[in-house]
């Protein structure tokens, strides 16, 4: 995190000295679009499985009706 705030000070000199909250900011705004991105994927990911239990779920009553039938 220091080298992330040394490195942000040489990018911007006009800013002067860079508080702590600055320094972190760009770490953090980092650590939301990881995060986001990460929960995107897994909703992604239940919305597939989902969809393919209630297929699966479709034929096993389809099949049902057959037997019934």
Known sequence: MRKLA???HEVSPEK??????DA???LFVMMRCCI???I?????QFCMM???NIIRK??????WIEVLY
């Open 6 to 8: 040394r490195y942000e």
């Open 16 to 21: 002067g000295v860079i508080s702590g909250r």
């Open 36 to 38: 986001q991105t990460v």
């Open 40 to 44: 995107l994927g897994l909703k992604r």
């Open 24 to 26: 972190g900011y760009p």
């Open 58 to 63: 479709l034929m096993g009553w389809l099949e």
């Open 50 to 52: 989902l969809r393919f």
